[in-house]
T-cell receptor
């Protein structure tokens, strides 16, 4: 089976712009979770989608949003970018989701740099 | 809210020495998962513990889940340079729906 893929792998934006990141889960997986990883804060949970519905949300401002399509592919959007949004954004897929004790399969991440 | 604390933040050992990282939660956990992230890579699932007092082994790695299900540890015996990376624990609280990750322990092994 192909692994989790994320596009683009690298992105450079300027403050105030918006960005859309994409994640394709492992075939058959219905849950996609998004995380922000920074050196100081570790892995911080953004949100989880399951069957096109947001199931859980972390403690991030409303500038961070996401969605999931019927084929389980997911996108996350960050509007009005700030310097502090520079991070590695990881998505992880699982068969039924975090609450079902499923292991998370992480993608390679998108490295976002905000200038 | 639930917090998962992980210590130490960094550990530098000589090859052949042992290594242990500890994970502590403020609330009871339903499960604990451990992940390893190599430098420049992404987290990779290692193992999941669910039962109170559970101990699991993977070759040189030993994972424990505390009796109270509030703490866990990962012990590596006789480290090798291939063990280099950051080890994360992640727990699901009894009333929670999302995994809470610790900040990780970065292990450096010098030959």
């Amino acid at each position: 089976k192909a692994g989790v893929t994320q596009t683009p792998r690298y992105l450079i934006k300027t403050r105030g712009q918006q960005v859309t990141l994409s994640c394709s889960p492992i075939s058959g997986h219905r849950s996609v979770s998004w995380y922000q990883q920074t050196p100081g804060q570790g892995l911080q949970f953004l949100f989880e989608y399951f069957s096109e519905t947001q199931r859980n949300k972390g403690n991030f401002p409303g500038r961070f949003s996401g969605r999931q399509f019927s084929n389980s592919r997911s996108e996350m959007n960050v509007s009005t970018l700030e310097l502090g949004d520079s991070a590695l954004y990881l998505c992880a897929s699982s068969l039924l989701g975090q609450a079902s004790y499923n292991e998370q399969f992480f993608g390679p991440g998108t490295r976002l740099t905000v200038l | 809210g639930q917090q998962v604390m992980q210590i130490p933040q960094y550990q530098h050992v000589q090859e052949g020495e042992d290594f242990t990282t500890y994970c502590n939660s403020s609330t009871t956990l339903s499960n604990i998962q451990w992940y390893k992230q190599r430098p420049g890579g992404h987290p990779v699932f290692l193992i999941q513990l669910v039962k109170s007092g559970e101990v699991k082994k993977q070759k040189r790695l030993t994972f424990q889940f505390g009796e109270a299900k509030k703490n866990s540890s990962l012990h590596i015996t006789a480290t090798q340079t291939t063990d280099v990376g950051t080890y994360f624990c992640a727990g699901l609280s009894d009333s929670g729906y999302a995994l809470n990750f610790g900040k990780g322990t970065s292990l450096l092994v010098t030959p």
